[in-house]
């Protein structure tokens, strides 16, 4: 096994369920010790990428999107994956501004936030099959006092 | 989420406690539209000393609310954002088009 530690959620396509992916995500990497500003870079992702999945990945069903965290060292990798519509163009998408729902007032930024508040941010995504999103971020070890 | 609204003579100042995500924006959007609707509202001010989090569904509402006073000739200012919201707006760019201010009386006295 390359982790040290894994968990995985699933859930239904509803906004409610996007602050509670926030915190269960976030009290499973606490055990790295993260800074608060490392909590709040990685909820804020969290959030980005499930709110995609919820807005973007399905139209007006609830189904099914998945989290998976693992922990290999002081890292935290976080997949979120949903089964539905996929992405035409995944350079274009990753655009600042660039959205396809600005009747919804999105306004684009959700990977651009992504790509900033962690180390690395894959996409892979496949029309009519899905999306998943795999991120990571190194969290600091602590220098105690010296 | 918590909203709380204030108006001082036409201006609406709008407290966001809580976590603005896309969930509660939904929830808040039409009770801030209506206020600057039926209160004769030409500017906004969006007090955020007690906002817990927020992510780019936070843009979007700040953004919207400033093209809508924006056609009445209105302005917008952002009064106590924490440092993690600053970034979030910047990368936006919203601080190219809307003032922040470290008090409400100083964002009034811009209005
Ligand atoms: N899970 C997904 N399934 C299908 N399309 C997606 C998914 N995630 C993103 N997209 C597409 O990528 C675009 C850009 O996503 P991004 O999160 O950057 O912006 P947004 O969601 O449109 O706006 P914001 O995140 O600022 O509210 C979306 O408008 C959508 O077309
Ligand atoms: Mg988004």
Do not use: W
């Not at chain 1, 040290?4 to 396509?13: T, W």
């Not at chain 1, 930024?109 to 190194?138: A, L, W, Y």
């Not at chain 2, 954002?81 to 809307?98: C, L, Q, R, T, W």
């Amino acid at each position: 096994m390359n982790f040290e530690n894994y968990m995985k959620i699933e859930f239904l396509s509803k906004s409610q369920n996007e602050s509670f992916a926030r915190v269960a995500v976030a009290s499973f990497v606490s055990q790295l010790d993260p800074t608060i500003e490392e909590m709040a870079d990685i909820k804020t992702a969290v959030s980005e990428a499930v709110t995609n999945a919820i807005i973007h990945g399905y139209d007006k069903s609830n189904e099914k999107v998945v989290i998976e965290c693992k922990i290999i060292g002081n890292t935290i990798m976080i997949i979120i994956e949903d089964f539905g519509n996929g992405i035409d163009d995944i350079e274009l998408a990753r655009q600042p501004l660039y959205t396809s729902k600005p009747e919804l007032e999105r306004s684009g930024m959700g990977f651009t936030v992504m790509e900033t508040f962690m180390d690395e941010v894959f996409v892979e995504s496949h029309k009519g099959i899905g999306t998943k999103i795999q991120m990571t971020k190194r969290i600091k070890v602590a220098e105690n006092g010296e | 989420m918590r909203l709380k609204l204030e108006v001082e003579n036409n201006t609406l100042i709008i407290h966001l406690d809580g976590e603005l995500d896309h969930h509660s924006t939904e929830e808040v959007r039409e009770d801030i539209d209506n206020a600057i609707d039926s209160r004769n509202i030409k500017n906004i001010i969006f007090e955020l000393s007690n906002m817990k989090f927020m992510d780019s569904s936070g843009v979007g509402v700040v953004i919207g609310r400033y093209k809508k006073v924006d056609k009445l000739g209105g302005v917008v200012g952002i009064v106590n954002s924490n440092p993690h919201v600053d970034k979030i707006f910047e990368m936006a760019g919203i601080y190219k088009i809307i003032n922040k201010y470290d008090t409400k009386e100083e964002a009034l006295g811009n209005m």
